[in-house]
């Protein structure tokens, strides 16, 4: 009997056991399946993508142009006086080739003002429009006429000079020109009597500042009434200035 009832005893203290464990179980079941739901499937919230912002890539300009240096050299034609008169200076020889042609001919030197064409005809035949120019001008002339008599005489000139086309003759410049002079003052005190001459020339550059220099060939006259001529073949060379 005794044993019959710790027997029941024994049953029943298993029996709460079990079901004290299947509880606990259950209980830590569901801990475990609340926990591992909670870790396994969080609801995770959208996220926002970050705004995307373009920059403008800089704009790079160009480099300035290197600075130019403008160097002054030397103006050609440049004015001597500032008076802005273009002129010429030259000197010749004569040599006579008629009468007793004496070594010593003419030496003359002059200074012209020199005057475009107004009408500039030169444009009409085919060449620059200041093609053709005037020379108006004085100087001296000294020597032996043809007779190997003492000649002084201060003349005046007036020449028109045309220039052709540049470059056109032995790499110069060629230019043609006729002229007349006439006596102011000469030997004897004398005034009067008429001139002329006729030349050819080129213009080379010779790196004068003031312009290309001419080199003239031709055959002139000087005349001091009818006592004293001389004449022949002429060289000169003339220089282009302002005054």
Do not use: C
Not at 8 to 23: A, M, N, P
Not at 110 to 128: C, H, T, Y
Not at 162 to 173: A, H, I, Q, T, V
């Amino acid at each position: 009997m005794l044993i019959a009832t710790m027997n029941k005893k024994i049953l029943l203290i298993v029996v709460l056991g079990l079901f004290i464990l299947g509880v606990s179980a259950e209980a830590q079941t569901k801990v475990v399946k609340k926990t591992v739901k909670k870790i396994v499937t969080p609801q995770i919230a959208p996220v926002t993508p970050p705004e995307v912002t373009t920059e403008e890539a800089p704009t790079i300009s160009a480099p300035p142009p290197a600075p130019t240096f403008e160097i002054e050299a030397v103006i050609e034609n440049q004015s001597v006086f500032g008076w802005g008169l273009n002129s010429n200076l030259s000197g010749s020889y004569l040599y006579n080739t008629t009468g007793q042609r004496g070594f010593l001919g003419i030496v003359a030197g002059r200074i012209n003002l020199v005057f475009d064409d107004p009408l500039k005809l030169g444009s009409k035949i085919g060449l620059a429009e200041d093609a053709l120019q005037y020379n108006v001008g004085t100087g001296l002339a000294f020597g032996n006429d043809t007779n190997e008599q003492a000649f002084n005489s201060i003349p005046l000139f007036a020449d028109a000079v045309l220039y052709l086309k540049e470059g056109s003759f032995l790499n110069g410049d060629p230019f043609v020109g006729f002229g007349f002079n006439y006596n102011l003052y000469g030997t004897g005190e004398k005034s009067g009597g008429m001139g002329s001459e006729l030349y050819y020339g080129l213009l080379y550059d010779l790196g004068v500042p003031s312009g290309k220099t001419g080199f003239i060939i031709g055959s002139q006259t000087f005349r001091i009434t009818d006592t004293h001529i001389a004449q022949g073949i002429y060289f000169s060379v003339l220089q282009p200035l302002v005054l």
